[in-house]
């Protein structure tokens, strides 16, 4: 207890209600603030639901102040990742309180205590089960709207971190904005008319959902093996695969997804969506009964394009392939005269992908900032 804070435990269904709604209730007064898809949300908090919960210990923490809500943490030593990269730390990570901090030393401090009594020897974050969680303070970029898997953060929050928690910076992502081309750059167009004439490469391009959906799990089963190397992954398991799959089939728009074969092994893919942002916020997250709806038609008509996920086969990177698939990609946004390219999230010291984007135009815009702290 700090002052009249109170930080309990979530255990009851109730009190997991008030952790996943929290936020909208902290942001209600900020028009930029954008919701989750509360369907998603609810899914990923129940640990029969969410398979990640088997190879992980973890505990959610509500900060109370006169019998209400007013912040929250949730702390994770993920097992399997620390067991592949022999570490010895814990992250925690949906951290969210009202400008106040008191409670966010609250919240930290109970996290920090749990790891520390479960021999953790290092606090990261905030970083969820696996990089394709929202990870990161934002630290930069406040102007710029917010997008989907992306954290949404006041800026109360990161200053907290670094000047009241002592807190340091373990690693930063970067966003990039980029104006769509009228045509392809002359340099693209060399490339692939290098790959075409003398790689006997297979560019896949779908029309449909139900062309698409057999290639999915293929496709993370190609991320698993070439992101092993990015800060906080963690393999998806075959179960994970398939929710991930399910959680995103419904709002991918198969147009802006390219995978490449060679002699009929998978050996890229770039996946890219509309933009649907503004169909969550108008939906308030609630996809159903009629906010599904919203989503689809701001997919139809939105005009900025979202990268979410991109992997390249060991062996066959600096061959041209990323090449390839972002030609593709940029064809299908000349054709659907999308204005915009948005790079999702980058790590800073990613120098193959920063520089396409730079190639094209690209400016960061946004940063975001994962921390550290011995315990």
């Known amino acids: 207890m700090v002052d009249d804070i109170i930080v309990k435990e ?30 998603d949300e609810k899914n990923y908090f129940n640990k029969e639901k969410n398979k990640s919960f088997n190879y992980a210990d973890t505990i959610m923490y509500l900060a109370w102040k006169n019998n209400k809500p007013v912040g929250r943490i949730m702390g994770i030593i993920n097992k ?4 592949i990269n022999n570490e010895n730390h814990g992250r925690f990570c949906f951290m969210e309180c009202y400008d106040d901090k ?44 917010p997008f989907i898997t992306a954290p949404v953060n006041s800026p109360y929050m990161y200053q907290y971190m670094e000047e009241e928690e002592g807190y340091e910076k373990k690693v930063d992502l970067v966003n990039y904005l980029a104006k769509m081309p009228d045509a392809l750059p002359e340099v693209y167009v060399k490339v692939l008319s290098r790959i075409e004439k003398t790689e006997n490469y297979k560019i896949l391009e779908f029309h449909n959902k139900k062309e698409l959906k057999q290639h999915i ?25 398939k929710e991930l799959a399910a959680n995103y089939l419904p709002i991918l728009d198969p147009k802006f997804i390219k995978m490449v074969k060679k002699d009929q092994e998978l050996i890229g893919f770039a996946i890219g969506m509309p933009d649907v942002s503004p169909g969550i916020k108008a939906c308030n997250g609630h996809l159903f009964p009629f906010g599904i709806l919203k989503v ?50 980058v790590l800073e010291n990613n120098v193959r992908m920063r520089s396409e984007y730079e190639r094209i135009g690209g400016k960061v815009v946004k940063r975001f900032r994962i921390y550290q702290k011995a315990l």
């Open 296 to 345: 689809m038609r701001e997919s139809r008509r939105s005009k900025k394009l979202l990268m979410l996920l991109g992997g390249v086969k060991k062996e066959f990177r600096g061959k041209g392939i990323d090449v390839l698939m972002g030609v593709k990609i940029l064809e299908s946004g000349i054709k659907q005269k999308m204005e915009i390219i948005d790079s999702h999230l």
């Open 217 to 241: 799990i293929p496709a993370l089963e190609l991320m698993n093996e070439t992101f092993r190397e990015i800060y906080g992954f963690v393999p998806l398991e075959d179960n994970e695969k």
């Open 102 to 145: 008191k409670i966010f030393h609250a919240l930290l401090t109970s996290i920090e205590n749990w790891l520390r009594t479960n021999g953790i020897s290092t606090i990261v974050g905030p970083l969820g089960f696996s990089d394709k969680d929202p990870q990161g303070f934002q630290i930069e970029g406040f102007e710029y709207p």
């Open 10 to 39: 979530v255990l009851s269904s109730q009190e997991l209600r008030e952790f996943i709604f929290l936020p909208e209730k902290v942001h209600n007064d900020d028009p930029n603030w954008l919701p989750p898809i509360y369907m």
């Open 80 to 83: 399997r990742y620390n067991h």
